[in-house]
């Protein structure tokens, strides 16, 4: 499950940028903090690469899902492996 | 792999502080993740750790996490962080700080500090402008953009932080983006381990005060702004000047070793007197 906490998150949309796969969407409506919240639209795209973790200013965001094949290797549990590879 | 399903930041900070006091969307939420991700990756002991800070929205991020911090005298960071690591060499002594207090007012602590080579780990957070006080035009705001100082636009040319403190002798030093956040995570990591002084610049959004003042009105519009400005350093030794103006070059600048500070101090001290310390106390024997 990604779980977007309501009390932490200030409404930048910074998770919708920065998810590579879309997973997220903004809802139509303003919770009582003015704060218009992301949602979870697209859970099953998820590969849990924990960008939006690290990404979403307020530390509101977690991604609880089951393992993913990188993590198995060392229980390292950020990033997939393959993204890192970029040059320097 | 998490049992509970907290936010995996949350444990290393103070809850009871928060949400912070950062503007949605500002960059150093996302600074302190990835240094607390980038702590767990180099298997660093947390309790070990002291945070020092200057002034700004950037030194404030020592405030909300759960360790050992000093937050200083505008500009002064790196100062005290050169006290504290030399009386205590075994802490692991982190510096933020922004780019107006380690850049304009704190430019001599920044470059002396990398030329002797000291042992911290400095992450400044370069947003480009003085967020704290109301957006005034800093030493690395980009020529042409405006700031409630410049209300014609930048006219100077700005410091490339990377580059200056490499040049002026740091061991490791480098620049990423609060877009590029694997890199930047990876990065810290580097530093941290690296034993001498190690830069790591994050160009980062301030949507309040920079946003506002330049017509990028959403968090996600600086993100994007910057995303697409982005060069690598390989890609950028082939460019020209004209053409990397007003562009984000990230990358590695400097990752070497020489002899560290405190090191130093040890060596003579034993060399001199024959002990680590030269201090002369009473209470030598308890230090
Ligand atoms: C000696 C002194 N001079 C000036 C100030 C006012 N002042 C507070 S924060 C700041 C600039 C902060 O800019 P930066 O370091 O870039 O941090 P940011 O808020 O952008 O993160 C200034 C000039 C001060 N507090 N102390
Ligand atoms: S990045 Fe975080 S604070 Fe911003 S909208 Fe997403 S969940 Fe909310
Ligand atoms: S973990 Fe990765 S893929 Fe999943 S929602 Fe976050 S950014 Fe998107
Ligand atoms: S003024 Fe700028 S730097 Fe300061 S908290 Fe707000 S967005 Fe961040
Ligand atoms: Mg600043």
């Not at chain 1, 940028?17 to 099953?44: D, H, R, T, W």
């Not at chain 2, 410049?150 to 030093?173: R, W």
């Not at chain 2, 990876?186 to 190690?198: D, M, T, V």
């Not at chain 2, 060399?271 to 002369?280: A, F, L, P, Q, R």
Request: net charge neutral.
């Amino acid at each position: 499950m990604i779980i977007i906490d309501e009390e932490l998150c200030k409404g930048c949309h910074l998770c919708l940028f920065m998810c590579y796969k879309n997973v997220y969407a903004i809802s139509p409506e303003i919770n009582k903090k003015g704060v218009q919240l992301p949602f979870v639209k697209f859970e099953e795209r998820c590969t849990k690469c924990g960008t939006c973790e690290v990404a979403c200013p307020d530390q509101a965001i977690t991604v609880d899902l089951p393992e993913n094949w990188w993590m198995k290797e060392g229980n390292d549990v950020n990033f997939n492996p393959n993204f890192t590879k970029g040059k320097k | 792999m998490s049992e509970s399903k907290q936010n995996r930041f949350l444990q290393y900070m103070r809850e009871d502080r928060l949400p912070h006091i950062f503007c949605p969307g500002c960059g150093n939420g996302a600074i302190i993740n990835a240094f607390l991700a980038a702590m767990e990756k180099a298997g660093m002991d947390f309790d070990n750790i002291a945070m020092v800070s200057g002034i700004g929205c950037s030194s404030r991020i020592p405030g909300y996490l759960d360790c050992d911090s000093l937050h200083t005298t505008h500009g002064r960071a790196l100062s005290f962080a050169t006290g504290l690591k030399t009386a205590n060499k075994d802490l692991d002594v982190v510096v933020f700080t922004g780019d107006g207090d380690a850049a304009s007012i704190g430019g001599n602590h920044l470059i002396h500090a990398a030329r002797r080579n000291i042992n911290l780990t400095v992450i400044c957070i370069n947003n480009n402008i003085y967020g704290m006080t109301g957006g005034q035009i800093s030493p690395t705001s980009p020529k042409g953009s405006f700031g409630t100082t410049a209300p014609y636009g930048n006219q100077d040319t700005p410091f490339k932080l990377a580059e200056l403190v490499a040049a002026a002798g740091a061991t490791y030093s480098a620049r990423w983006t609060t877009v590029q956040i694997e890199n930047l995570v990876l990065a810290i990591k580097e530093g941290l381990e690296n034993p001498g002084f190690s830069f790591i610049e994050v160009a980062t959004q301030c949507p309040t005060y920079f946003g506002r003042k330049n017509k990028l009105k959403t968090p996600t519009a600086m993100a994007a702004v910057m995303k697409a400005n982005t060069v690598f350093k390989s890609a950028a030794e082939r460019m020209s000047a004209k053409e990397l103006e007003g562009k984000i070059v990230v990358g590695e600048f400097a990752n070497t070793t020489k002899d560290e500070f405190t090191e130093n101090i040890d060596k003579i001290s034993v060399e001199k007197s024959g002990k680590k310390t030269v201090i002369n106390s009473a209470y030598e024997t308890e230090l």
